[in-house]
């Protein structure tokens, strides 16, 4: 009553489309969400109007570039093969049990740090190291969370007093400044000393320096640099381990759509193999490139499907300048807080049908067995409009070439028992990690096919009808 909290929230994709893209110029972010989000200062998650405008012309350029996506294949594929399949080999040599929220958090920090900034951390080592940037990032994160459902006037006399969560988060921020100006002097010391870089960092660094360039013209050159690349590593880290992390439990839940995604995947091993006269054809661990993974179905249709019910960002929140009627009859004014839920959107059986709740990949495959577009009148996990997400198409190709690289290799399940459930946070994550024993190696290396561990893995889970993919046999289990 006395808080000033004024929020609509909704969930009627007729709302949303019109927030996020009819209307779109009369629901900023707002000066309330930069409040909010005042870690990321000049970032594109933070401007609107014109300056908003020169950020998302000069990112989409960079991020639909050929060399950028060539950038992303490689570092990812490199990723994946130099750290996250040994890293799940020495586990299930060892027999440990591991948390695939954090594996898959270390892989996107890794990936994200390698393409944004240049650097290789080594962060999916066996040893699991620190990061104090990852750690920075997490606790700022964690108490923005705050910000969101305490009044405007508490947490703001919170940061003036410099206590409790806002005290966390100043020396979060403070750190977190620390270590990025601090990468941003040592990039343009090796440009300058003429060391040949390829990665967004130096990008946007030759951008700011050349007159023509459109963010030439932008204020405060040096805290923009650190603001967008702070805004890209939250951005591409967060989402990606979101998605990969829920969309691991719901295929261990559901071994049917499993069983489809090793058919895909052996497909496309069966004419990789072809290539074996060349001398090309590889044994464990099969690693999938980015263009072996392009034109998967089904696999593309279980990822949508994943998102659909667990959208990395659940909820996107914005403001109105005038007052406005939304399409269902509702009337905003200004000072209102719209909070669109895409987790909601999700679970409508009016919007989705009756069988909403279930994770059925084929609800995205028409009868010809091709994919159904992504219908963006009510799926919002990029988001939709002039804001959609600029890492949309990266994204699919991180996470197809993780679900193939662990899926393959490996047998993945959930510890009996565990409790999944969400965490208060901005992205979607879960509260208790996802633990799973020592995933199963289905290949070694040396050997070719571990026959025992693979009938084991695959009658726990039920009927699997697949040939093996060693190539030398026919037979199905
Ligand atoms: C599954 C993965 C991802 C999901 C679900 C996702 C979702 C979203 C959503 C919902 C927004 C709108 C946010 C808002 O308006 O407040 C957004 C914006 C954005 N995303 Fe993503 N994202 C993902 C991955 C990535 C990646 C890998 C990158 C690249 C580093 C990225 C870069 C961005 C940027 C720069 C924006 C701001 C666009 C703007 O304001 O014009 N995203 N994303």
């Known amino acids: 009553m006395f808080s000033n909290l004024r929020y609509l929230v909704t969930c009627h994709p007729q709302n949303i489309e019109y927030i996020l893209k009819t209307n779109f110029n009369n629901f900023p972010k707002g ?3 930069r409040d909010v989000f005042d870690i990321l200062g000049d970032g594109i998650f933070n401007v609107d109007s014109d300056r908003w405008k020169i950020q998302r012309k000069f990112a989409h350029a960079e991020f639909s570039s050929r060399e950028f996506r060539t950038l992303v294949s490689s570092t990812n594929r490199k990723v994946v093969e130099e750290q996250l399949v040994p890293f799940l080999a020495h586990v299930s040599e060892e027999g440990s049990s591991i948390d695939l929220q954090d594996v898959c958090s270390r892989f996107s920090f890794e990936v994200n740090i390698n393409v944004i900034f240049g650097r290789y951390e080594n962060y999916l080592s066996i040893e699991l190291p620190s990061n104090e940037l990852a750690v920075a990032v997490d606790d700022a994160q964690e108490a923005i969370l705050y910000r969101h459902i305490r009044p405007m006037f508490f947490w703001k006399l919170l940061r003036m007093l410099e206590t409790g969560k806002e005290r966390k988060l100043k020396k979060a921020r403070k750190k977190v400044h620390q270590i990025l100006e601090d990468y941003i ?4 010391k090796d440009l300058l000393g003429g060391v040949r870089t390829f990665d967004c960092l130096s990008t946007y660094i030759k951008a700011l320096q050349d007159n023509t360039s459109i963010v030439s013209s932008l204020p405060n050159k040096d805290i923009f640099l650190r603001d967008e690349m702070l805004t890209f590593l939250i951005a591409g880290r967060d989402t990606i381990t979101s998605g990969l992390t829920w969309f691991f439990w719901l295929v261990s839940k559901t071994s049917a759509v499993e069983t489809k995604i090793l058919e895909e995947l052996k497909f496309v091993l069966s004419t990789k193999n072809s290539e074996k006269e060349t001398g090309s054809a590889r044994k464990w661990p099969w690693i999938f490139g980015s263009e072996d993974l392009k034109g998967l179905v089904y696999l593309h249709a279980a990822l949508c499907e994943s998102l659909r019910l667990y959208p990395p960002l659940p909820i996107n929140r914005k403001s109105a300048v005038k007052k406005d009627q939304l399409p269902d009859g509702s009337t905003v004014t200004p000072g209102i807080e719209i909070l669109l839920s895409f987790y909601s959107v999700g679970r409508m059986p009016w919007i989705w049908g009756e069988d909403c709740l279930e994770f059925k990949p084929e609800r995205w495959i028409a009868e010809n ?30 996470m197809k070439s993780v679900v193939s690289a662990v899926l393959f290799n490996f047998h993945v399940e959930v510890v009996k028992g565990h409790h999944v459930c969400s965490k208060p946070f901005i992205n979607l994550h879960m509260k208790n990690g996802l633990k799973f024993p020592s995933p199963g190696i289905l290949f070694t290396p040396g050997r070719t096919f571990n ?3 693979w009938l084991n893995a695959t009658q726990e889970r039920g009927k699997c009808e697949m040939t093996l993919w ?3 046999s026919s037979s199905a289990l």
């Open 185 to 188: 002097n040592q990039k343009k």
């Open 31 to 33: 000066e309330d969400f």
């Open 451 to 453: 026959r025992e561990l």
């Open 369 to 398: 067995g091709k994919l159904i577009t992504e219908p963006l009148y009510k799926f919002f996990p990029f988001n939709i409009g002039p804001r959609t997400c600029i890492g949309k198409d990266i994204s699919f190709t991180l």
């Open 470 to 472: 060693d190539g030398n």
